[in-house]
């Protein structure tokens, strides 16, 4: 039984079936094929966090896989009580094929897979992003074919998906330019990489942006930091991906976003609404790469 807690949990081999099986979902998707893989499977969601795209992708894709979904959250069910998280894995596991979870520490959905008798996937935690950076290189290989060998520029906070992105990039051999405000700069042991071969860091977001084959950027406060609101405003004030900054980078270059985003704040406006942005193909294809990853938890490889 294999869980996906954080990105590293798979081989540049497994991404490339994945990559390709979400294709293949996708393309019978948009013909109205069916493609019920996991008929009478059933995936708990949990959410100690808000969600909207997470929620729906997984939701929806789950009943066009044939399957079915339980969605609980902090406050309607016993995790708000302090049950303990073991207990918890070990009953919503004997009922369920598959579970989904959005939390805080990482530790927690650690704890939850080590008593969990299903596959665990990890929907966002404060350390990683996963499910996000899965749908994001699937959209980039959409757009512009292979990412290896790559550059991508990561503007602003050193958070869940900076540090997804980076272990992505040490696993799939492209180059992340990361710059971040002071004191919230990526953290090696805390993205679980091996070196720091596969980074670079830029005090300048601009100088981030040169020549990069993709530019993207997050929220400056993520779920569970509110309470840091005001200073991240100030301290993250030029951290905004603007259009001098894509004009940086190369000239096809792509802009992403995992969304929600804050206009005016880590983006203009001229460029999420802009040319070069994917935006809204990266929030359809969380759907299509999880419906491709629950199948791989469940069924393993397919023809
Ligand atoms: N990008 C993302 O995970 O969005 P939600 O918070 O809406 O699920
Ligand atoms: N970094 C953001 C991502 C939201 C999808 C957060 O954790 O809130």
Redesign the pocket.
Known sequence: MQHYLQFKDFSADEYAYLFARASLIKKKFKAYEKHRTLVDRTLAMIFE?AST??RVSFEAGMYQLGGSVVHLTTGDSQLGRAEPIEDSAKVISRMTDLVMIRTFEQTKIERFAANSRVPVING?T?EF?PC?VLADIFTYIEHRGSIAGKTVAWVG?G???ANTWLQAAELLGFTVHVSTPSGYEVNQSVAGLRSSDSYRVFTDPLQACQGAHLVTT??WT???YEAENEARRAAFASWCVDRTMMAAAAPDALFMH???AHRGEEVEAEVIDGPQSVVWDEAENRMHAQKALMEYLLLGRLA
């Open positions: 966090k795209r997470t966002l404060n992003h996000q906070d958070n869940n998906m997050d929220v993520s779920m569970g995992c969304l929600p």
